[in-house]
């Protein structure tokens, strides 16, 4: 394995190598970071390992890192909190649900409610209460 200097000598050359011994030492390193905010994501943690090598190489030119790995770990880390971000994004995780759990106990009928509420008219009714509800907040659906 290459020491450090020698990696981001490759980078700043433009080797490709850089890549390959960059993923052979720093890989496990990374997926590890990605794999904690993301979980076991297989396709998010290869995208997000890959998305690492790829800010890395645009960066290098510009910037050469004294310490290979908090640089690696710090790219990692920002991709997969965007991608944690994206995913609980509010328009993604609507509340409606969670409203209509409630209202189950509240109503006649109690959980057989919570059953049929994917009948067409009540998606209908959660999808205009999400679509309120972002218009109030300054999104859009």
């Not at 490709?16 to 998010?44: H, M, Q």
């Not at 920002?78 to 759990?101: E, G, M």
């Not at 509420?117 to 907040?137: D, G, I």
């Amino acid at each position: 394995m290459l020491e450090n200097w020698a990696i981001v000598e490759l980078f700043w050359k433009r080797s490709e190598e850089a890549l390959r011994e960059t993923s052979r030492k720093y890989g496990a390193y990374c997926r590890t970071i990605i794999r904690n905010l993301l979980g076991n994501r297989r396709e998010d943690v290869e995208e997000c390992e890959n998305d690492t090598l790829l800010s890395a190489w645009n960066a290098m030119p510009t910037d050469r890192p004294q310490r290979l790995a908090p640089f690696l770990g710090r790219i990692a880390r920002n991709l997969a909190l965007d991608r944690v971000d994206y995913y609980t994004a509010q328009k993604r995780s609507c509340p409606a649900q969670y409203l209509l759990d409630e209202l189950s106990e509240c109503l006649p009928g109690g959980r057989r409610w919570n059953r049929s509420w994917k009948a067409p008219h009540w998606r209908r009714a959660s999808a205009a209460f999400c679509a309120a509800r972002a218009a109030r907040r300054g999104l859009s659906l």
